[in-house]
């Protein structure tokens, strides 16, 4: 049984986003703990690959950054081993399709399960695909998280009722990467969402500042955020963690 319902049991959540392996595998660790510590309530780890499609300039960066660094599937399972043997709150993998047939769907998906993840994101598998994954996520207890985009449409209430896990809400077209302002309308969205189902539902793509969270957690159950801590990271290498504790502080403070 997922535990990431468990994220938004307390009110809010903020999920921060860290590419695993950039600049490397300790300095990840390092991260995912020191955005433990301040509150996160579910990360989402990066597993880098080499064609990011959903990612903009700053994950695309990162991704090469942390392959460069020899980083690879069975080396990010053994990282959340380590991370597991204390760290209890939700965790999730964030890819692409290709580095899940890579690997071996089956062998992937029963080793996230094994080794305590609880949720897969694969933003290059349409919704109408998802089959091709979704009876060995539930073979395995592993949620498949849904998107919805402005462009879903006459589709948000048929993608929401078939929600697994939480909803990821994409905040505006395009890929990742900061934004000065949402100007999509995210409060119809939701509201679609919320007549369809009572799984969570969180909004990322472009929010990296308290003021943006606070206005995106009004209307919705959590916040991703992903770039502005790639920037952390790339800012300030092996000494981030810190930073990011920092960072994730002020954001959860923001949600609440």
């Not at 209890?88 to 094994?114: R, W």
């Not at 969270?213 to 963690?241: R, Y």
């Amino acid at each position: 049984m997922s535990k990431i319902k468990n994220a938004f049991a307390q009110g809010k959540a903020f999920i921060p986003f860290i590419t695993c392996g950039d600049p490397d595998l300790e300095t990840t660790e390092a991260a995912v703990r020191s955005a433990v510590e301040n509150g996160a309530d579910m990360i989402e780890l990066g597993i880098p690959f080499s064609d990011p499609t959903a990612e903009g300039p700053v994950i695309q960066e990162a991704n090469i950054r942390a392959l460069a660094g020899g980083v690879d599937t069975e080396k990010i399972f053994d990282l959340v081993r380590r991370l597991r043997k204390d760290i209890e709150i939700p965790l999730v993998f964030m890819t692409y399709a290709n580095v899940v047939f890579s690997y071996g769907a089956d062998k992937f998906i029963s080793t996230c399960s094994d080794i305590g993840i609880d949720g897969l994101i694969l933003p290059d598998i349409p919704y109408e695909e998802k089959e091709e994954f979704l009876p060995l996520c539930r073979k395995y207890g592993v949620d498949l998280i849904s998107f919805i985009a402005p462009t879903s449409e006459n589709r948000i209430a048929k993608i929401a009722k078939e929600a697994e896990g939480f909803l990821y809400i994409v905040s505006s077209l395009g890929v990742t990467g900061t934004r000065s302002e949402i100007t999509t309308d995210l409060d119809s969205i939701v509201k679609i969402v919320r007549e369809n189902t009572s799984v969570p539902c969180a909004i990322g793509f472009g929010i990296s500042s308290p003021e943006q969270a606070k206005k995106m957690s009004a209307i919705s159950d959590g916040v991703i955020v992903g770039s502005a801590i790639i920037k952390l990271l790339a800012k300030h290498g092996k000494a981030a963690p810190s930073y990011i504790g920092e960072y994730v502080g002020e954001m959860k403070k923001a949600v609440l």
